[in-house]
């Protein structure tokens, strides 16, 4: 079936990178755009940006350039978030989702908790 | 402050009917974009619940519906039952951002 599974909890102090995975099954994965979410603590649901899973092109949304880097490795039908230079404010559950643009965002990972804290 | 805006929180008792409102302006909703809604129960990753403003994805029962019109967007519920007890996400594009976004959430609470 159709699926995406990202990678395990993440605990990291400030400053430092962290590399968050989602590994896409059951589908063709340069068929359809990932797209990253990210949810704050008891906050709502914010639009990272996207990569095209076909180019490896990616695009992030206003708040999300500099310190985030969306990546591939369509050997591995695998999307990477990256953050570095972690702030306390990056404490979230981060979220991948397959775009079908008129269809929505179809497919979600289960999602990934980074923690920020020394 | 969202570029589209829901309410915070909306209840109902059980059976009754909800509607969830989604207001955005002419660079988005206005304009013809797509809008979908999403479902997030508490602890759990969003779940598609209709997109192309009416849609409902296989599997999502016909108690959910979708609307549109002008710059807002509507997500009703009848039938309510205490399951239906989430957070709500409206989402669409704009194109003074020339990105996709989300509408700030509504919690859902059935009493």
């Known amino acids: 079936q159709v699926q995406l599974v990202q990678s395990g909890s993440e605990l990291k102090n400030p400053g430092a990178s962290v590399k968050v995975s989602c590994k896409a099954s059951g589908y063709t994965f340069s068929t359809y755009a990932m797209i990253w979410v990210r949810q704050a603590p008891g906050q709502g649901l914010e639009w990272m940006g996207w990569?095209?899973?076909?180019?490896?092109?990616?695009t992030y949304a206003q708040d999300f350039t500099g310190r985030f880097v969306f990546s591939l490795d369509t050997s591995l039908s695998t999307t990477f978030l990256q953050i570095s230079s972690l702030k306390a404010e990056d404490t979230a559950v981060y979220y991948c989702a397959r775009n079908r643009g008129h269809y929505g965002l179809d497919v979600w990972g289960q999602g990934t908790t980074v923690t920020v804290s020394s | 402050q969202s570029v589209l805006t829901q309410p915070p929180s909306v209840s109902g008792a059980p059976g009754q009917r909800v509607t969830i409102s989604c207001t955005g302006s002419?660079?988005?909703?206005?304009?013809?974009?797509?809008v979908h809604w999403y479902q997030q129960l508490p602890g759990t990753a969003p779940k598609l619940l209709i997109y192309g403003d009416s849609n409902r994805p296989s599997g999502v029962p016909d108690r959910f519906s979708g609307s549109k019109s002008g710059t807002s967007a509507s997500l009703a519920i009848t039938g309510l039952q205490a399951e239906d007890e989430a957070d709500y996400y409206c989402?669409?594009?704009?194109?003074?951002?020339?990105?996709?976004?989300f509408g700030g959430g509504t919690k859902l609470t059935v009493l």
């Open positions: 989402q669409s594009y704009d194109s003074t951002l020339s990105d996709r976004l």
């Open positions: 002419s660079s988005n909703i206005g304009a013809g974009y797509d």
């Open positions: 990569i095209n899973t076909n180019t490896g092109n990616p």
